[in-house]
């Protein structure tokens, strides 16, 4: 699959570079990733200026009491428009709605009984309390208007609403936070710079209420939080990635991403980590996984093909694994917010581990496989660009 586009860092369906607003190459550049992050919290969980994008990212699946399974998305995306020192590019500004950051913000709900998915986009600019991270008690807020996740020293809070669905959720980790790559240093390509700041919440406890067209559902179930942040854009030779988060139901999990390559082959930057039950995270190079693609599902809207159905098999963990998307349109299109069509879903696993049988839930998040991008940012912010100054 060629049909691809470049974009910024792993992990991050959102692409936004506005070059349309950068300062002149006078000004300092925005700050690189060169090693092991120095994770640090609460602090890491808030905002980390000078680097260009950043987002905040969590999915899970829950059940009602019925029964009935779900899946939801719900993703924060911070922009930084300027670098590091630019001010003295940038002339004297009265107005209130000037802005560094610009934020962005996607929901997502995939009814699995019901067979339906629904999504919804928002923009905004870290002004006048609009959008942005805030401090909350011993904890901070990224909000977007009326959505917002709330880190806290025991437990986030999520929170969405939408004309078609809304949910509040509590999610308690069980296991502490696991830095992937290096310390945090999540390498992305063959120069050491292409690298993200990159750590998990691989396995929170989920609980809350969810309402779908008036209908007030009580709901539990297992979440991921991802938090990541970086500079550096994909390198030339790649045009998406393949991303895969995985709970098993023996206490374990798994992320994979596989970066795709224009000529058609995967990366050897691709990785991975394996969270044992007591937490201890362990890494996984390209050398130790392969991932297989058994079926392809084509979307009517983007005429997109993406796969619906893998096999993945971890070497050193003696996995091998059948992933199945709970359901196969599972796509986001997004003109109001980023302009990038992606997907990102609710899938089951079942397969061996070394000592049996086992079964799981997760997400599955690919990129690239739509027509090429063209836009910066999206055009809902680029009509904005008079006014950002």
């Known amino acids: 699959m060629k049909r691809c586009f470049r974009a910024p860092l792993l992990l991050m369906p959102l692409v936004m570079v506005l070059w349309t607003t950068c300062p002149s190459p006078q000004a300092q550049p925005y700050h690189p990733i060169k ?11 808030g905002a ?7 987002w905040w990212y969590y999915t899970g699946n829950v059940r009602t009491l019925q029964g009935d399974p779900y899946g939801f998305q719900l993703t924060f995306f911070r922009l930084q428009i300027n670098p590091s020192g630019a001010e003295k590019e940038w002339p004297p500004s009265p107005s209130a709605w000037r802005t560094r950051n610009l934020y962005a913000a996607h ?20 002004a006048l309390g609009l959008a942005g991270v805030r401090p909350q008690g011993d904890g901070i807020c990224v909000f977007l208007d009326r959505w917002h996740a709330c880190i806290g020293p025991r437990a986030h809070l999520l929170k969405a609403d939408t004309q078609d669905f809304s949910f509040e959720l509590r999610c308690i980790p069980l296991k502490p936070v696991t830095a992937h790559g290096a310390g945090g240093y999540s390498l992305k390509g063959r120069n050491p710079q292409s690298a993200s700041c990159y750590y998990s919440l691989t396995r929170l406890r989920t609980s809350g209420t969810l309402n779908k067209r008036g209908k007030t559902m009580t709901v539990r179930g297992s979440a991921w939080m991802d938090h990541e942040y970086s500079t550096a854009p994909l390198e030339k030779d790649l045009c998406g990635w393949d991303w895969f988060s995985l709970q098993l139901e023996d206490k374990t999990e798994l992320m994979l991403y596989l970066l795709r390559e ?6 050897p930057a691709s990785s991975g980590t394996f969270v044992d039950r007591s937490g201890i995270s362990h890494p996984l190079q390209r050398k130790d996984m392969h991932v297989d693609f058994l079926e392809r599902w084509e979307s009517s809207r983007s005429g997109a ?7 993945i098999r971890v070497d050193p963990l003696g996995l091998d694994l059948t992933v199945t998307a709970n359901l196969k349109d599972q796509e986001l299109v997004t003109p109001n917010s980023t302009r990038i069509t992606y997907w990102e879903g609710s899938v089951s696993a079942h397969g061996r581990v070394a000592d049996g049988p086992v079964k799981g839930r997760g997400y599955v998040e690919m990129t690239g496989y739509a027509r090429p991008f063209h836009g910066a940012l999206g055009m809902a ?3 904005q660009k008079d006014s950002l100054r």
């Open 381 to 383: 912010a680029v009509n």
């Open 305 to 311: 093909v993406y796969p619906c159905r893998w096999r």
């Open 107 to 126: 929901t997502a709900l995939s009814d699995i009984e019901g067979r339906s998915f629904s999504f919804h986009e928002a923009l905004s600019r870290e």
């Open 35 to 45: 090693g092991p992050c120095g994770f640090t919290f609460p602090r890491d969980h």
């Open 48 to 54: 980390h200026p000078g680097f260009r994008t950043e």
């Open 262 to 267: 224009v000529e058609g082959g995967i990366s």
